[in-house]
């Protein structure tokens, strides 16, 4: 049964929980919503009361006029409070940006998974003609060639797995999101990662990387190991940035591994 809990400029946002054991919320990234957990949810199922959502902007969830990365940290920890004390999160991408921030905003989080999250250290990892390309894509409400463009020129997504995509089910929902890509990217082009703000985080963090994913994820990984006081890293060998959908048993293995080591 869904369910909606208000954030904190007033925005609503949709919410699902299945499963039985200590809470554990799943954040999704861009162009996903609560549905891009289905791979890995029975897995998770078995230990844990899985709740999922879907981020503002997109199926079941509100919006507002003006969108900011506050403003879907504000969401994640209105969440978290809502469904009471110890909250484990699970992480993917532009999620686990937010998630990261809402780290700061709630006590009530224990362990906190990272999933590369989407921080880049040295700005944009797209050029000025990609941008006006997708903004121009975007006038037109040209979705598919948005979505093509997101996940083939930015996200260098293989093309077995990108054709997969367009196959499956949820590239409708994808669709459906594409007006949210640029301004999840600009919030990620805007943020710095400053070490300092996480000095009082007690919650232990485990970041998972792919094993054949990009060198900069690793780069990312590292900073983020040496800037947040109870960090590991994680490597999902031969995956990339998918694999709760590529390898989504082995993926199910990493979290349950950190979730149920003693802290």
């Known amino acids: 049964m869904m369910e909606r809990i208000t954030s904190r400029d007033g925005t609503p946002i949709a919410c699902w929980r299945q499963g039985s054991g200590p809470p554990l919320l799943l954040v999704h990234g861009t162009t996903g919503d609560h549905s891009t957990w289905g791979s890995v949810l029975a897995g998770l199922q078995q230990h844990h009361t899985v709740w999922t959502l879907d981020r503002r902007g997109r199926g079941h969830s509100g919006d507002a006029a003006n969108y900011s990365l506050e403003h879907e940290s504000e969401d994640i920890a209105a969440v978290i409070d809502a469904i009471g004390s110890s909250v484990n999160l699970l992480d993917h991408s532009f999620g686990g940006l937010c998630a990261l921030e809402a780290s700061l905003l709630t006590a009530n989080i224990n362990k906190v998974v990272l999933y590369e999250p989407a921080i880049s250290l040295a700005g944009s990892d797209w050029s000025a003609t990609f941008e006006a390309r997708m903004q121009a894509l975007l006038e037109k409400n040209a979705r598919e060639e948005t ?16 054709v997969a995509l367009q196959a499956g089910s949820n590239w ?12 999840e990217l600009q919030g990620i ?11 009082t985080l007690k919650s232990p963090v485990l970041l998972l990387v792919g094993g054949n994913s990009h060198p900069r994820r690793f780069m990312t990984a590292e900073r983020l190991q040496q800037g947040l006081p109870d960090c590991r890293v994680g490597i999902i060998a031969g995956q990339q940035h998918s694999a709760m959908r590529t390898a989504p048993d082995l993926f199910v293995h ?9 802290d």
Do not use: C, G, K, M
């Not at 979505?147 to 990108?162: I, M, Y």
């Open 172 to 183: 409708a929902i994808r669709l459906a999101a594409a007006h949210t890509i640029l301004r």
């Open 254 to 262: 990493h979290v349950l591994e950190f979730l149920q080591s003693a």
């Open 189 to 199: 082009d805007r943020y710095q990662f400053t070490p300092q703000r996480f000095q």
């Open 147 to 162: 979505l093509l463009l997101f996940f083939r020129d930015l996200l260098n997504t293989p093309n077995p797995e990108l």
